[in-house]
């Protein structure tokens, strides 16, 4: 199967990972391990080698009696050269615990030790398992330091919410249990399946103008678009992004088109759009804008401004019109309050989308602006999956799920769209 390294760091909950490279194992991979020398206080080197099979390192400057070999494989003749023999011919690097410090290195690109250098010139995909405190956890600095690892690609396996360490806490913080690092490692072992698929994401808040300096605009900050042009690109996706007024960063895999009305962004998905076979339409577009907007600056001298509005064209609506049966269409919808759902049930069926992602804004701490959501994802399909509130980056791969399994089922008839033929890449 495949080479995967594991990296300890100081945690109680290393004595999971004890028991996620024993599950590693038997599914077949063979593992190897670097420890910190913090973690070697909450587990000894002695039960992750036994459970290996092989040698685990902990420095720089130890030599590895394995000589960079993983179980399995015949010692090599000669020591390697580098320390880091051992990542350079990992298949997946899963670090777990990572603690609020490795966190911080990681994401900083320190490399004071064997598991920070190792991530620093590790080829393949890493996965970062968080567990402390949760006081630590949700601290800005740890959330930071977390959103900057998702966005450079690496893995976050979220931890789970229950007793922690200190007696009498309850909270966030728990590592990530056993099956689910080892479903982490598998994930990152898995081919890119979206290669040669390309994927177009709208993102963020339209600007209307009301003059040269002022405007209408709304509360998204992009971040879920954003989100979902990250794990298309870590299928393996070609990633466009038309982003209007957004506060997160894009990711630099994608190509940007940036845009600022409801417009502009209509004409630059019109643009992109024959050529996309997922549409993730995410962005909040103005329904209404000024009618007649001030070429100059509006002064107050000249008393209070009654603003006419109008109407702004459906975006999703007129590419839902020139679609391919073989075209995905996911919209979203922020609805408010009790029947969130059901009126994007109708949503979906009015503007004939494939899927549409719903997420109720009464709620405080997910939607706009927040890094976490909850929503539903509803499908014509009859499909209707809830995702409990979790990271945006979480809810973008259940929302790309979805898209797979609707490519697996082409539309019988898209209700008078063009159906022209395309042979369908990837997924
Ligand atoms: N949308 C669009 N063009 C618009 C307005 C919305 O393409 N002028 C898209 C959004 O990007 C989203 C979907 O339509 O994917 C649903 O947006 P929403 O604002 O909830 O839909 P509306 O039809 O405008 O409904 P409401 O009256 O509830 O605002």
Partial sequence: MARVLVGVSGGIAAYKTLEAVRLAIKTGHAVRVIQTPTSERFVGRASFA?????????????????????????????????HLALVERAEAYLIAPASANTLAKLAHGFADNLLTAAALAAPCPVAVAPAMNQRMYRHPATQANLARLEQRG????????????????????????????????????????????????????????IDTVRYIGNRSSGKMAFALAREAARR???????????????????????????????????????????????????????????????????????????????????????????????????????????????????????AIVVNDISRPGIGFDADENLVTILSRTGAERRVEQSSKAQVARAVLDEVERLRREPREEADGARMGARSTAGV
């Fill in 50 to 82: 036994a459970i290996t099979g092989a040698p685990v390192l902990g420095g720089e400057f130890e030599p590895d009696p394995a000589r960079g070999a993983y179980p399995g494989e015949p010692v090599p003749d000669r020591a390697p050269i580098s």
């Fill in 154 to 209: 690496v893995r976050i396996v979220p931890p789970g919410e229950g007793d922690l360490a200190s007696h009498g806490e309850y909270g966030i913080g728990r590592l990530a249990e056993p099956a689910e690092l080892l479903e982490a490692c598998e994930a990152l072992l898995r081919p890119p399946t979206w290669a040669g698929l390309r994927v177009l994401v709208s993102a963020g808040g339209t600007r209307e103008p």
């Fill in 236 to 354: 393996g996706a070609e990633v466009t992004v038309v982003a209007a007024a957004t506060t997160g960063t894009p990711p630099p895999q994608a190509r940007l088109v940036r845009v600022q009305t409801a417009a502009e962004l209509a004409r630059a998905c019109e643009r992109e759009f024959e050529r996309c076979d997922v549409l993730l339409m995410a962005a909040a577009v103005a329904d209404f804008r000024p009618a007649k907007p001030a070429a100059a600056k509006l002064k107050k001298e000249h008393g209070v401004p009654v603003l006419e509005l109008e109407p702004t064209d459906d975006v999703l609506g007129a590419l839902v019109a020139r679609r391919r049966r073989d075209q995905v269409m996911v919209g979203f919808a922020a609805e408010h309050g009790a029947g969130a759902v059901e009126s994007g049930r109708g949503k979906m069926a009015r503007k004939r989308l494939d």
